[in-house]
């Protein structure tokens, strides 16, 4: 596992966070504006701020058309705030970096590539040797169950594989933070349940820092430590709830007392801002 522990990144940035140096991500007054083909201006985003600290689990949950996604993608790099900035690492966010993995909901492998290939892709921009390479690659391949699908093409696997191969890519890099813009919505009910068990055990492993975005409540109780609803119309952070179940956890803990207040108290958020909405 020493050229595992050995993937980094070189930071292009070196605009300093000035805020608390804790924050693995940093989101300050970020805002988001278009031009509309009337003329108006339409405010995607309004003065959204939050922190989420190394190895925290943060899930993104709201209505529709809240903006949920293109905070994720402004944290990406592959879109600019109109006003506000954000910090990952420290460092200001001014475009795409390898200190940030993405997952999308589509799926977005290689076709012409092998499960392997796919993985090892980032790995061999960066000039890794390919024993290095190799020994990083088996062990996410292993990490998501697809060892014995290394050699398959992408057009042979189901969509839920696919899927597996997107998030051990991202992790092969070893970003500082990983996103996750609804990656398992597509799925079918049990191969999305499959899909959340494996982000639970390979998340316990990793300790990896995530933001996730997700339209399911159970699903944001499921995986998060902390869940922040959004509200719509324009989007901003609503309300900020840490989620008091211990890890690890299970599928059951669906029934769990806490899970079913916590979920009551989601719906009753969301509920008032389609309310609102009308």
Known sequence: ?????????????????????????????????YDTPSGGVFTALDSVSLEVPDQQFAVIVG???????SLLYLTAGLAEPSSGEIYVGGQRVDGPGADRGM?????TLFPWLTVRQNIEFGLKRKGMPASE??????FYLNEVGLTPFADNYPKQLSGGMMQR???????ANDPQ????????????????MQMQKLLLRIWEHSKKTV??????????????????????????????????IQRPRDLDMVMDHQFIDMKRQILGLLHDELEDAH
């Open 177 to 192: 933070i990983l996103l996750m813009d609804e990656p398992f919505g597509a799925l079918d009910s049990q191969t999305r």
């Open 1 to 33: 596992m020493g050229a595992v522990a050995a993937v980094r990144r070189d930071i292009q940035v070196p605009v300093t966070e000035p805020g608390n140096p804790t924050a693995r991500l940093r989101v300050d007054n970020v805002s988001l504006r």
């Open 103 to 107: 997952v999308f909901q589509s799926y």
């Open 165 to 171: 191969v997107a998030i051990a890519r991202a992790l």
């Open 211 to 244: 933001v996730f975005v997700t339209h399911d409540i159970d699903e944001a109780i499921l995986l998060g430590d902390r869940v922040y609803v959004m509200g719509a119309r324009p989007g901003r952070i609503k309300q900020t709830l840490d989620v008091p």
């Open 133 to 138: 390479r190799k020994e990083v690659v088996d």
């Open 63 to 69: 209505p529709s058309g809240c903006g949920k996604s």
